[in-house]
């Protein structure tokens, strides 16, 4: 009996107990896996993307497909220029593959769930308005009508 | 078991969902695109009476030409505002028809459309500009009817009285075909 009391007892700070630890983070993680989703694609165009006011939420992302036009990333103008590209899934393409990843997208979705498709056209604010016309045209064509034109949120 | 080292391997884990997931929530300006004309309908289309129609248009400068004067963009949104509420009838303006809404009764609809054309030149910067002060004088003006008969803002009504207030203050925004004004970019 050796273990209590005694003279010998020596004051021992106990140690944080850091089993409580592991229980916050698990937390943390919970709510950024909840919270965010994950990235598709790898951006292959710098967008920054204009302000605007009366901006709306987008309802379904799961039915959205994005369509992102601007100039390539640093590492690609060697490749391609500094020219304004349009960048659907992973790869650059012209405005004729459009139709292609329209139908492709609108198989992957349920059927009653066709309708409510989305287009996102995210844009740089420096793009010219002619490609975004010959897209808007492309999409006409594949009647994908539904469009968003990205913008983030910005005080006036 | 020694539990210390599970905290490190949920760290591991928050990171990796931090660095491969995005958070915010995608935002913007949603729009319908009018369907691709028929050949023979199209002639008739443009025959909609002058008066419901304002032209606004974005050159390569991003100049803005609403109706027929140069403006500048603070201006567009009461420009636009006044063509859609015409205070005094002027006949110059978009004529109203009077309507049975569901649930409200009749109300004078204004039958103004708002015709946006762009050159290929135009900045998407400036589209999206112009496009913006367009929704948020659609946007004001059904906050002024709800204000009025709700005596709310229009984000704070109901499901159905935002029905309501839609059909009061429809939104018509029509892109026009685009003009091809020479491929210079």
Same mark, same amino acid.
């Given at each position: 009996?050796?273990?209590?009391?005694?003279?010998?007892?020596?004051?021992?700070?106990?140690?944080?107990?850091?089993?409580?630890?592991?229980?916050?983070?698990?937390?943390?993680?919970?709510?950024?896996?909840?919270?965010?989703?994950?990235?598709?694609?790898?951006?292959?165009?710098?967008?920054? !993307?204009?302000?605007?006011?009366?901006?709306?939420?987008?309802?379904?992302? #799961?039915? &959205?497909?994005?369509? &992102? !036009?601007?100039?390539?990333?640093?590492?690609?103008?060697?490749?391609?220029?500094?020219?304004?590209?349009?960048?659907?899934?992973?790869?650059?393409?012209?405005?004729?593959? !459009?139709? #292609?990843?329209?139908?492709?997208?609108?198989?992957?979705?349920?059927?009653?769930?066709?309708?409510?498709?989305?287009?996102? !056209?995210?844009?740089?604010?420096?793009?010219?308005?002619?490609?975004?016309? #010959?897209?808007?045209?492309?999409?006409?064509?594949?009647?994908?009508?539904?469009?968003?034109?990205?913008?983030?949120?910005?005080?006036? | 078991?020694?539990?210390?080292?599970?905290?490190?391997?949920?760290?591991?884990?928050?990171?990796?969902?931090?660095?491969?997931?995005?958070?915010?929530?995608?935002?913007?300006?949603?729009?319908?695109?009018?369907?691709?004309?028929?050949?023979?309908?199209?002639?008739? *289309?443009?025959?909609?009476?002058?008066?419901?129609?304002?032209?606004?248009?974005?050159?390569?400068?991003?100049?803005?030409?609403?109706?027929?004067?140069?403006?500048?963009?603070?201006?567009?949104?009461?420009?636009?505002?006044?063509?859609?509420?015409?205070?005094?009838?002027?006949?110059?303006?978009?004529?109203?028809?009077?309507?049975?809404?569901?649930?409200?009764?009749?109300?004078?609809?204004?039958?103004?459309?708002?015709?946006?054309?762009?050159?290929?030149?135009?900045?998407?910067?400036?589209?999206?500009?112009?496009?913006?002060?367009?929704?948020?004088?659609?946007?004001?003006?059904?906050? *002024?009817?709800?204000?009025?008969?709700?005596?709310?803002?229009?984000?704070?009504?109901?499901?159905?009285?935002?029905?309501?207030?839609?059909?009061?203050?429809?939104?018509?925004?029509?892109?026009?075909?685009?003009?091809?004004?020479?491929?210079?970019?």
């Amino acid at each position: 009996m050796s273990k209590f009391g005694g003279s010998n007892n020596k004051k021992e700070v106990p140690s944080m107990t850091s089993s409580s630890l592991s229980d916050i983070v698990f937390m943390l993680l919970f709510f950024f896996m909840v919270t965010t989703q994950m990235r598709e694609t790898e951006n292959k165009v710098i967008v920054k !993307i204009p302000e605007a006011s009366e901006v709306v939420k987008l309802e379904r992302k #799961d039915l &959205n497909s994005y369509i &992102n !036009i601007g100039t390539p990333i640093k590492s690609l103008q060697a490749m391609y220029g500094t020219e304004a590209r349009i960048q659907l899934n992973d790869s650059f393409k012209t405005t004729d593959d !459009i139709r #292609d990843f329209i139908a492709a997208e609108r198989e992957s979705k349920s059927e009653q769930d066709r309708q409510f498709m989305t287009t996102s !056209i995210r844009a740089d604010q420096d793009v010219r308005m002619g490609i975004i016309t #010959d897209v808007k045209q492309e999409l006409r064509r594949c009647s994908a009508l539904k469009i968003m034109y990205s913008a983030r949120k910005g005080g006036k | 078991m020694n539990t210390s080292s599970t905290a490190d391997i949920a760290f591991l884990l928050l990171c990796y969902f931090l660095m491969t997931t995005t958070m915010g929530s995608q935002t913007g300006l949603s729009r319908r695109l009018p369907p691709m004309p028929d050949k023979d309908q199209k002639v008739e *289309d443009q025959k909609v009476n002058r008066r419901n129609i304002i032209q606004v248009k974005i050159n390569s400068a991003d100049r803005i030409l609403a109706g027929s004067e140069p403006i500048d963009i603070s201006q567009l949104k009461d420009k636009i505002k006044e063509f859609l509420t015409n205070p005094m009838n002027d006949p110059n303006l978009p004529e109203k028809e009077v309507q049975d809404i569901e649930g409200f009764g009749e109300y004078p609809v204004s039958k103004g459309i708002i015709s946006l054309q762009n050159d290929r030149g135009t900045s998407y910067q400036a589209y999206i500009a112009v496009q913006n002060e367009l929704v948020k004088a659609v946007n004001e003006l059904r906050d *002024d009817f709800s204000r009025k008969n709700y005596s709310k803002v229009f984000s704070q009504l109901t499901e159905e009285q935002q029905g309501i207030v839609k059909k009061a203050v429809p939104q018509f925004i029509s892109e026009a075909e685009p003009k091809d004004v020479g491929r210079r970019r």
